[in-house]
């Protein structure tokens, strides 16, 4: 043991107030598509896992089942929706009413080694639409397993999320149902080695359609990351993070009407994290991102060269007073695209919450994101979109229990393919009740 600071499972335990802090929100504000594959990976995985740690240290479970200790809530929401398609000429409106629930299980198997599952449901109904209607998966649901070994930590996982949500697939547009599953399994590690923090992943993703004629979106991924971080001080580090994945299509039969190459990805960057205090929480990362295609599938000689540039990634958590915070994310990317080999974009996102009246929260929101394809397309000519979205929530306890909140979100994409811009308006009324 260290005369310094204990040892890695004390520091572990300390993390809320000290070196691990930073995990749970670097990636807090970014949008669904920031980040290449393999990164992004690790980074989702140490994100959940320190807002693990942290629910754990805050007390975990109102309700008890022998050593079992559970979250449980409920949910009923109706929405108004002007696009329920996302289409650019005459769209549709409907209403929705989401009925859903969510858990949280934690079963200490030891002092320090714990079983985890959470997961949250929703059915989408549809009033008018009904061939819209789906289930959600919570995108943050998963089963994990932290294991000690001396001042080693691993955890065992596997993510799953499932949807048919159109509006955090900046790439895609409607029209159609797009159910998808995206399942991940894989393990992270964490290694204490005082001054220096050590940590890996692997991750074996499987992301399937239910619709057959997307089904060219099918894949399988093998995705491998790794970050050094060097504390130069207590609470800031800095240090150096490289990826690597194998994408593998659905691409064997010629017959498909669209095939996408497989692709090789890797990266390597710089980063830096900074808690500095309670108050404000900064990281900032940037390096170089390649993708090489590994087959030669798409038709006409479209595609199959290396697709190559630069990323950068900015997340700030400010505390401005004890009832004004903001979180600010933007960045710089090259990520796998949809109807193309790869797509380079440059996005950003502010949110503002505003506890300034009695009794009431209020968040805002604003977005934006430009992007266009690379690699080749089968548009023919690769498409050039940009992606704004402003939101406001308002948000009321109505007892011990009880909440509500009232929300409004506007969201538009402008692209240079005609069919593939559209904007849509969405009022959303929802109460939760928490066991």
């Not at 998808?180 to 074996?204: A, E, I, M, T």
């Not at 659905?250 to 309670?278: T, W």
């Not at 991102?289 to 479209?302: L, Q, S």
């Not at 009232?406 to 559209?422: C, E, K, T």
Request: neutral net charge.
């Amino acid at each position: 043991m260290s005369a310094r600071g204990g040892s890695g499972r004390d520091r572990w335990d300390r993390g809320k107030r000290g070196r691990w802090a930073p995990a749970a929100w670097l990636l807090a504000g970014v949008t669904a598509t920031s980040a290449q594959e393999a990164l992004r990976a690790s980074l989702t995985g140490q994100q959940i896992l320190e807002q693990k740690r942290r629910q754990i240290a805050a007390g975990w479970g109102d309700l008890r089942l022998g050593a079992w200790r559970f979250d449980l809530n409920a949910s009923l929401a109706l929405e108004a929706n002007d696009n329920v398609r996302y289409e650019e000429v005459n769209p549709r409106s409907d209403l929705i009413v989401r009925p859903g629930f969510s858990v949280r299980a934690l079963y200490p198997v030891t002092d320090k080694n714990v079983l985890t599952f959470s997961t949250g449901a929703s059915y989408n109904a549809y009033l008018t639409h009904s061939d819209l209607n789906y289930l959600h998966v919570l995108p943050d649901s998963n089963l994990s397993f932290d294991v000690f070994v001396g001042n080693l930590l691993l955890n065992f996982h596997n993510r799953f999320h499932y949807t048919q949500e159109l509006a955090d697939q900046p790439d895609v547009r409607g029209r159609f149902n797009y159910g998808r599953l995206d399942n991940q399994v894989g393990v992270l590690g964490l290694w204490d080695l005082n001054k220096l923090v050590v940590s890996f992943n692997y991750d074996h993703q499987i992301y399937q359609v239910t619709e057959e004629r997307y089904d060219f979106t099918d894949r399988t991924a093998e995705l491998f990351g790794a970050r050094v971080a060097w504390l130069v001080r207590p609470l800031t580090s800095l240090g150096l993070e490289t990826g690597l994945g194998l994408i593998d299509y659905n691409n064997e039969d010629p017959s498909r009407p669209i095939r996408l190459n497989d692709l090789f990805h890797y990266s390597v960057g710089l980063f830096y994290e900074m808690p500095a205090g309670r108050f404000m929480q900064l990281r900032t990362g940037a390096g170089y991102v390649a993708y090489d295609p590994t087959t030669d599938v798409m038709p006409f000689g479209i595609g199959g060269d290396r697709m190559d540039g630069w990323y950068a990634d900015l997340s700030l958590r400010h505390q401005i007073t004890r009832r004004i915070q903001y979180v600010l994310s933007g960045g710089h990317q090259v990520r796998s695209g949809w109807y193309a080999e790869t797509i380079r974009s440059l996005y950003g996102q502010l949110t503002v919450n505003w506890n300034v009246i009695r009794g009431y929260s209020l968040a805002t929101s604003a977005s934006y994101e430009t992007a266009q394809e690379e690699g080749g397309s089968w548009f023919g000519v690769p498409e050039e979109f940009d992606r704004y979205t402003l939101g406001v929530a308002v948000g009321k306890r109505l007892g011990q229990k009880l909440g509500a909140t009232l929300g409004y979100s506007y969201l538009a994409r402008d692209s240079n393919v005609f069919g593939r811009s559209y904007t849509q308006n969405r009022l959303v009324l929802t109460a939760m009740y928490t066991f």
